[in-house]
């Protein structure tokens, strides 16, 4: 008989008995089912984690001051060692680097009209900030190379200033007050939403650096928090890292293997960490959902054993009429990886709901998650792949036990 017979007649034989049919799939639907979520759920994190990092830039590399050790070896405060100027050099300087922006925290009210607010973000930053952040602007224009030379008393709003501040109003030339001081808006921040832990990034005021350092802070000191900047490529964000550190240190003329007075952070290389932890995270959950195929296969087997002593009248006859044992053995092989694959196809499709029910659960419950649904289809298709693999496997025995009856004794079987 060809192939498509015995898949025809192996549906045929499984329909006979539904109910036990089914009962004997459970552990592969149950199996299936569970690789399927974990495997949505864990390229969902993934997606997630990478458009996190979106958020905050494109190759984003992040420059510290290094932080001082006390007499006790506890790290105190950060030694305050950046400088414009070495930002400046790194854009100069470091041909792996395709923007560099100084940035300058502060914190105070804002005062717009008859309202005041506080950010959580205010902000000194340079001409190239939006470029590092790969953030655009809604209307306006963005702080200039003249704002930052003039310390100009000009900023740009994120999206809940403007809600709060002006409401309904276009808040391009209006005024605020921060700490009694008039600072022009001059442009608005497209909307950026929550971060993963569900912080406002759109609660953002940014002015020019050296706007905050004299005119907020009333500092006549020229070094500056942190250093941002972005890699020209994702896969030049390590040399750019390498450019960075050496330039630094030749700068601040750190000696051959001394410690340097700054830190560099690789978002890219910590998006790398977190995706390698996701993944490993997901094939562990896969793997302890497996165990179900296996218990799955075990039912497969004992079913198929049932099944040759129920039919081995029906295989004396076949033999008596021509049929080798290899005829024997494949149909009986093909049974048993039609029976797993139909529960693998059953799995999948509780699979693919259960992965939305999750989403939407943990949309839910966080809704600044943001967690994206993600079905591989590839991984429906291994996933099946195996669990007629494990049809195969299970389903040889009792199909080998078959072809191996003697006709006569099997047409004498009561």
């Not at 930002?87 to 792996?96: N, R, T």
């Not at 923007?99 to 309202?115: C, H, I, R």
């Not at 750190?254 to 977190?274: C, H, L, S, W, Y």
């Not at 959950?285 to 099944?307: E, K, R, T, W």
Request: overall charge neutral; glycine content about 10%; some cysteine.
């Amino acid at each position: 008989m060809k192939v498509a017979d015995l898949v025809v007649l192996s549906l045929r034989q499984l329909a006979k008995n539904k109910l036990r049919s089914l009962l004997t799939v459970l552990g592969i639907v149950i199996g299936i089912a569970a690789v399927t979520v974990m495997v949505s759920i864990g390229q969902g994190a993934g997606e997630m984690i990478k458009n996190q990092f979106k958020n905050l830039g494109t190759n984003v590399i992040i420059v510290f001051p290094a932080r001082k050790e006390g007499s006790s070896g506890v790290r105190e405060g950060p030694v305050q060692t950046l400088t414009p100027a070495d930002a400046q050099a790194l854009a100069d300087e470091c041909p792996s680097v395709r923007a560099v922006s100084p940035l300058v925290g502060a914190q105070a009210q804002v005062v717009g009209g008859n309202v005041n607010w506080k950010p959580s973000q205010m902000q000194g930053v340079g001409p190239e900030y939006l470029e590092v952040r790969n953030w655009t602007l809604a209307a306006g224009e963005f702080i200039g190379e003249r704002d930052v030379a003039s310390a100009n008393k000009v900023c740009v709003i994120g999206r809940t200033l403007l809600v709060k501040l002006f409401p309904g109003q276009d808040p391009i030339g209006q005024q605020v007050r921060i700490k009694n001081i008039p600072f022009t808006v001059i442009g608005l921040l497209d909307e950026k939403g929550p971060d993963l832990v569900g912080n406002d990034q759109d609660d953002i005021i940014l002015m020019p650096y050296s706007t905050v350092r004299k005119r907020l802070q009333g500092s006549h000191f020229s070094n500056v928090d942190v250093i941002m900047l972005s890699a020209r490529s994702e896969e030049l964000s390590a040399k750019a890292v390498k450019e960075v550190e050496d330039l630094l240190a030749e700068r601040h003329k750190i000696p051959p293997g001394g410690k340097n007075d700054f830190e560099v952070q690789n978002t890219v290389e910590i998006a790398r960490v977190m995706n390698i932890i996701t993944g490993s995270l997901t094939a562990m959950l896969s793997a302890i959902a497996a165990i179900s195929l296996v218990v799955g296969g075990v039912g497969i087997m004992n079913i198929m054993l049932v099944s040759v002593t129920e039919r081995t009248k029906e295989i004396g006859l076949r033999m008596a009429l021509g049929a080798r044992p290899r005829d024997i053995l494949r149909q009986f092989l093909i049974e048993s990886v039609v029976l797993s694959a139909v529960g693998g196809l059953i799995g999948i499709a509780f699979g693919v709901v259960g992965a939305v029910v999750v989403t939407w659960i943990i949309n839910e419950v966080l809704p600044s998650s943001k967690w994206p649904l993600s079905v591989s289809i590839p991984a429906a298709l291994v996933a099946l792949g195996f669990a007629a693999a494990v049809g195969m496997f299970f389903g040889f025995y009792p199909a080998l036990r078959a072809s191996r009856l003697d006709p006569i004794e099997a047409l004498r079987f009561e």
